[in-house]
């Protein structure tokens, strides 16, 4: 039985494949009653949609941060009709009252922040020193972290992961497509 509906993928335009939708509705199911997970980079809400399927179960919350930058990549263009988008489908799927949208930048967003997180999802900007602050930042109010496009196809999440790898705090959990999930194991030896 599809843990998502079907129709999601029809209509809501992403970048992320229905397992790793699937694996993000597990894991916002799995987070404790009143947890908060962070999404970076929210695109049109696919992911975000999927999140806040799973945070209802669970009785927890969505933080959607996402400025939507014009921009255009690999012939793809990107900009506010993306955040027009985003909110249809938080109303269309019925998830608007457990998604809090932030329109500011990842690190704007931060530095205001001060809560632990239960989850963290970063799928915003790949390039390497923006991937790595989203990480070094968002990483450090939680023990697990999803990361999308780790498949290889980019360099600067590449770098990221080997360093993550490399620094020997955190496991890559799950894999799923081009999702990475990161378990700090730092944590639990403490």
């Known amino acids: 039985m599809p843990l998502l509906p079907d129709d ?3 209509e809501v335009h992403g970048f992320i494949s229905l397992p790793e939708a699937e694996l993000l509705y597990t894991l916002a199911t799995q987070v404790p009653i009143n ?3 962070i999404e970076v980079g929210s695109y049109q809400a696919r992911s975000t949609i999927a999140l806040a399927l799973g945070a209802k179960v669970a009785g927890a919350k ?3 941060i996402d400025h939507h930058p014009t921009y255009e990549i690999m012939g793809t263009s990107f900009g506010m009709g993306d955040n027009a988008a985003y909110y249809a489908n938080l109303t269309k799927w019925g998830v608007g009252d457990v998604v809090r949208t932030i329109n500011l930048p990842s690190s704007q967003t931060f530095i205001c922040w001060i809560d632990p997180v239960d989850l963290v999802w970063i799928d915003g900007d790949h390039e390497y020193e923006q991937v790595r602050q989203d990480w070094y930042m968002w990483s450090s109010f939680t023990d697990k972290v999803a990361l999308h ?3 290889g196809h980019h ?3 590449n770098r990221l992961v080997q360093e993550i790898v490399m620094g020997g705090n955190w ?3 799950q894999v799923v497509d ?4 990161f378990k700090n194991i730092a944590k639990e030896l403490s």
């Open 149 to 151: 496009d780790t498949a």
């Open 35 to 37: 947890g908060k997970i």
């Open 155 to 157: 360099v600067g999440l």
């Open 62 to 64: 969505v933080w959607a």
């Open 171 to 173: 496991i890559a959990d």
């Open 8 to 10: 999601l993928f029809k």
């Open 178 to 181: 081009s999702m990475t999930v």
